[in-house]
């Protein structure tokens, strides 16, 4: 999975914009939900794609299929002298569950362009279901198989330091995995019903969101609250290198969003468009000229359809990419971004996940979702579409290139708060209580001097830690700029290299991907304080 870029289109909370900026797809289904059909984007049409029909859903998995796969391969590593059947188990299983996770695809589009309809969203949950319990099954046997004396078959595939806890039976951890589904998903499904609920104050919603926060990080340590995602930096390398965001990078922020609204075509933006011209059509007719491979996936995209654009009262509002790992391939969702600039803005943010999915073959069990790498990929090319803003937008192109570099600026900003506020919570958990939760959040965000609220962000609920990849990635995509505005072949030679960097293969971490395609080591003071005097000098020149 990659992102769901849930952006934010109103003027007065576009520069808020990065704390709605994607969220996790990796994560239970929203199984009790509520939602309002009074939109802010009613423009009720169906728009480019309107296949509604669940006639079209996947065939579902039988987990008692997984079950007996997974007992095969338990029956195999207690045999001797069986190497070439426990490795024909292992490869069975990882294409038994890449059929399933691409099942929930499948079954995830055509949910998210019926959003507000239940029955769907109960027969989505069903595919969420299996794809979260197969996911343990098998790995419940790949661990018992590293405890075998095939273990060097499964060194690869297993969390070393989690072994010790697959103990007990296969039934036991069916029966483990089902009751875990079921109690991640009835936590993060009260958080929806939470902020839906119209009776209730902001800071009833904040407090009572902050209580799920704590109830959801129990069981998280400052030594691994990061280690999910794969990261090779600590929560006190964020906390200390936040401070020189805070007194370098802020006080830019704020004189770039000054620059921005004093330019005469920022609004330009935010008019009123309800065009339904395809945006893929536009990433394509600018990509192709990159490269052969550049041509070869847009056009791609466009022949097998492999994009969902909706404008309907009842689809979701926000987009993201998702993978189709039996193809080797993924798919990508818009759904009701606002008017053509958004929409386009977003599928260059998303074209960039799905072309970086091409050079990845990582099994979807496998997957170790290194969001610092993956937001590089979609980041970094939204700032090489900017040379092609003046001509896609004419007169409005050095607003429109600062409003992307104040974007993903916001990214840096927004992410080392919200990334502040987790670690500090994580250290202190046993002592904070939910209102003093809500003060730190509140305190935090004062800073920007926005009307920002814990319950406004859902990756803090659902996929804690997630966050701070958006400022990280943002620092190491702004390593671009100079490339963009200077020596675009340049700049794509170092992003083709970045794409061709699997973010889920564990194979590099965020500050190896770096080195390997000639980026700086960008979490250091020394690289914060150089970005932020850029900013203010490209800020100037566009604004002028």
């Known amino acids: 999975m990659r992102s769901a870029r849930l952006i934010a289109i109103a003027a007065a909370a576009v520069f808020s914009v990065s704390c709605f900026s994607c969220s996790d797809n990796n994560r239970p289904p929203r199984i009790s939900r509520y939602r309002d059909k009074v939109k802010e984007f009613k423009i009720g049409q169906a728009g480019i794609d309107n296949d509604d029909s669940t006639d079209q859903l996947p065939e579902r998995s039988n987990l008692d299929d997984v079950e007996e796969s997974v007992r095969k391969l338990l029956d195999d590593i207690g045999r001797s002298d069986n190497e070439e059947a426990v490795k024909a188990d292992i490869d069975s299983l990882l294409s038994m569950y890449d059929t399933i996770y691409e099942a929930r695809t499948n079954a995830e589009f055509i949910f998210y362009r019926n959003y507000t309809d239940k029955h769907v969203e109960a027969l989505y949950n069903e595919y969420y ?112 290198l936040g401070k020189t965001v805070s007194d370098k990078i802020i006080p830019v922020y704020k004189e770039m969003l000054k620059d921005y609204f004093g330019t005469v075509s920022w609004s330009d933006y935010f008019s009123e468009d309800d065009s339904e011209e395809n945006p893929f059509e536009t990433v394509r007719e600018y990509a192709k000229t990159l490269s052969p491979e550049f041509d070869k996936y847009s056009q791609k995209l466009i022949d097998e359809k492999l994009y969902t654009v909706c404008y309907n009262d009842d689809a979701f509002e926000g987009a993201f990419t998702d993978e189709l790992p039996t193809q080797n391939s993924a798919k990508i969702f818009i759904g009701n971004m606002g008017n053509s600039r958004n929409r386009l803005t977003t599928a260059i943010h998303e074209f960039g996940h799905y072309y970086a999915s091409f050079f990845d073959e990582t099994h979807a069990l496998m997957a170790k979702n290194n969001l610092d790498i993956a937001e590089i990929q979609s980041q970094g090319f939204e700032l090489l579409f900017m040379q092609f803003y003046n001509d896609i937008y004419g007169k409005s192109g050095d607003s429109m290139k600062l ?47 926005i009307d920002y609220h814990l319950s406004d962000i859902p990756h803090i609920i659902e996929s804690p830690g997630y966050y701070i990849s958006y400022a990280t990635s943002a620092l190491a995509s702004l390593d671009l700029l100079d490339d963009v505005m200077n020596d675009p072949a340049k700049a794509l030679e170092k992003y083709e290299k970045m794409a061709r960097i699997s973010n889920n293969s564990g194979e590099y971490s965020f500050r190896a991907a770096l080195k390997e395609c000639g980026f700086d080591d960008v979490l250091t003071k020394e690289y914060i304080t150089s970005l932020a005097a850029k900013l203010k000098m490209y800020s100037k020149e566009l604004s002028r």
């Open 403 to 449: 409003y992307r570099i104040l974007n993903i600026a916001d990214s840096i900003v927004c992410g080392f708060l919200v990334g502040e506020f987790e670690y500090s919570i994580i250290s202190e958990k046993d002592s904070i209580t939910p209102e003093e939760v809500v003060d730190k959040f509140n305190d935090l965000f004062e800073e920007l001097e």
């Open 129 to 240: 279901h299996d794809a979260a319990v197969a996911a343990d099954l098998i790995m419940y046997g790949f661990n018992r198989g590293a405890d075998s004396d095939y273990s060097s078959l499964f060194e690869k595939l297993v969390d070393k330091e989690g072994k010790e806890h697959y103990v007990y039976s296969l039934s036991s951890a069916r029966a483990e995995a089902e009751s875990s589904f079921l109690d991640i998903a009835e936590t993060k499904s009260e958080y929806y019903e939470v902020i839906n609920d119209a009776s209730l104050s902001v800071g009833e919603k904040d407090l009572r969101c902050a209580e799920l926060l704590l109830e959801l990080i129990e069981d998280y340590t400052p030594e691994t609250f990061y280690t999910q995602y794969d990261r090779d930096y600590t929560g006190e390398e964020i906390l200390e």
